[in-house]
C-alpha cells in the first residue's frame, strides 16, 4: 500500500511539472523579460509600456522627471521590444550558398532616416519589378541591372540592422515601421528606443506666439497638428534576423556625448530673444532643434544560428553620437566592448558610427524640417530660406588637403600636426581589443575578397575604392567627395587571433562587403540619406579562395 501510494505522488509531481510547463508556454505571448530557449522557448512578443499624450508632454516640458514617470522612462530606455512570432510562423533563414563561399550569412546595415520613404522600401523588397519599373521612369538613366543585383543581396540577407527607426511619429505617419517590416520581411526583430521626441513641434504644442501674421500662423499651425493617441514619440535601432533571437539587451552608454534634452533647449533663449529679427528666424530656430529624452545606447542581440559550432551569434547594433567629438565616440565604443568582452561566440558590431571627423553630423534645414514634419515641400512657400548644399553643421573651410586624405578612410593614419585624423583612434581601439577568448576584430583586407579588387585595412568587411572607402552617406547636393562621408560600418569577430592575419582563419570572416549606393538613388526622391551595406559570413572555411591564394 505504501509503494502504490509513493507511486501516486510521483505521478501527480510529473503531471504537475507538466501543466506547469503547459501554461509556461502558453504564457509566452505576455512574457515581460527575456526567455531561455533551453526552458520555455523564445520570447513570442515583448513591449515595454508606452507613454500616453500627457507624459509625453510632461516630458517635454519638466526637467526633472521622478517617480513613476521617472521609471517608466528608464524602463522603455533599457528593455528592448522583441518579436519572435516569425520564427513561430515557421519563418526560415535563406542561409544563401554563394560562390567561392559556399553557406554564409549574409549581413547588411542601414540607417534609413526615420523611414520616410517606409512605403518604397517596403516596395523593393516585397515586388522588386514594380520598383524597378518606377526606377526605369527616372528622369536621371538608373543602371537596372545593377539595382536589380543590389536589391538581391539586400533580400538574400538573414539579419539586418537598421539605425533611426521611428515608432509612432507624425513624419513617419504614426506607424511602428518595425513591425511593419517585420511583417513583410517575415522576420524576427529587436527594437531598441534611443529617443522620445519631446519637442514642442514632434509634440504640437508650438504656439508660435512670435508669429504676427494671424492667417499665416494659422496655417502653420494646422500643420503641426498632431493626433494624440496615434503619437507614441519613439525613435531608434532596429535588429531584423530570419534566426530566433534568444536574448535582447538594450544598453544606454554612460558617456554623455551630447544632451538631447538640455543641449537643445538652449537655442530656445536665443531664439526668443531674436523676436525682432523676424518670426520666420525664430521658428526657422524651433524647427532645427530635437529636444528629446534618452541617448545613445548598444541594442545587443543573440541569435541561435545552428550552422555555427557555438550555436550562437551577438549582434551588437549601435549608434555613436553625432553632435560630439571623435574623443566621446571612441569611449562610447570602449563601454560598448567592455558588454562584450566575454562573449565566447562570434560577435557582429554594426551601425552608424558617425565618423566625421568633427562634432556634429551633416545636415541642412531642408533637411531638418523634412526629418522633423514629413515633408519639406511645404515650407517652399513659407518665404523661409533654407540651405540644401552643405547645411549649417558643416563648415566648408574644413576643406583643406587633410581633410580630403581623411574625408573617405576615417581609419586613415592619424598624424598630429601635420595629418591629424581624430577618428583614428576609434579604430585603433577596435583593432587592439581582445576578447576574453583571444579573439580580435577582422581587420583585414585581401583583395581576393572584396567585390572590386581593392585591398587594405578592413576592405572584407567594408567596401574600399582606389581612395578609401565607398561612402555610405550624402549630402543633397554635394560637391566632388566635399559632402559625402563613410559613417556605417560592419566589424566581426569569428577565429582570428590577430587582426591582419592574412594566414588566419576565413570561416565565419568578412568577404565581399558591398555598398548598396544603387539602390538608394532608383528612384526621384533617395531612399535615406544613407546607403545600405552588406557583407557575407561564410559558416565554412571558403577552400576555393585558398587554394587560388596559394597558386597566385
Known sequence: MKKSATAIVVVALVLSGLVMLVIRHARQGKTTGPVSNETAGYVRLQQPTLFTYQELVTLGTSDK?????????????TTPFLSNEAYYRGAQPHRPV?????????????????????????LLFTNTEEFLKQAERKDDKVDIAQTRQDIEVLKSADVIVLNEVDWGLKRTGYRAVVQELGNVLNMNWAYGVEFIEVD??????????????????????????????????LHGTVVLSRYPIAQARLKPFQTVAYDWYGGEKKPLDVAEKGKRVGAKEVFLEKVTRQVRRGGRNSLIVTLDVPDLKEK?????????????????RRNEMKELLVLLGDVRNPVIVVGDLNTTGGNSSPTSIRKQMNQRL??????????????????????????????????????????????????????????DFRFQDGYAFDFRGNKERTINGTEGTLANSNQRDMKGFATTFEFERALGVVGKLK???ILVKAYLGSPRDDDGAYRFA?????????????????LSDHDPISVDLPFEEPVSLRDSKAED
Open 487 to 489: 559613417l556605417d560600418w
Open 312 to 328: 550562437r551569434l551577438t549582434v551588437a547594433a549601435t549608434h555613436l553620437e553625432s553632435n560630439a567629438s571623435p574623443e566621446s
Open 98 to 122: 554563394l560562390n567561392q563561399l559556399g553557406r554564409s550569412l549574409r549581413v547588411v546595415t542601414w540607417n534609413i532616416e526615420r523611414g520616410l520613404q517606409l512605403d518604397r522600401i517596403k
Open 510 to 526: 568578412p568577404h565581399f562587403a558591398r555598398t548598396l549606393g544603387s539602390i538608394n538613388y532608383s528612384l526621384p526622391t533617395r
Open 200 to 233: 514642442s513641434i514632434s509634440l504640437g504644442t508650438e504656439k508660435l506666439e512670435e508669429w504676427q501674421n494671424l492667417a499665416e500662423r494659422q496655417r502653420l499651425l494646422a500643420e503641426i497638428q498632431i493626433d494624440k493617441k496615434k503619437l507614441k514619440a
Open 374 to 431: 514629413g515633408s519639406a515641400s511645404f515650407w517652399t512657400n513659407t518665404g523661409i530660406k533654407y540651405a540644401t548644399g552643405f547645411g549649417l553643421l558643416y563648415d566648408v573651410a574644413r576643406g583643406s588637403l587633410n581633410t580630403f586624405k581623411n574625408q573617405d578612410d576615417p581609419t586613415a593614419r592619424n598624424v598630429p600636426l601635420v595629418g591629424a585624423n581624430p577618428e583614428a583612434e576609434l579604430f585603433s581601439v577596435l583593432e
Open 65 to 77: 522627471v521622478s517617480g513613476t514617470l521617472g521609471d517608466k522612462l528608464l524602463a522603455i530606455t
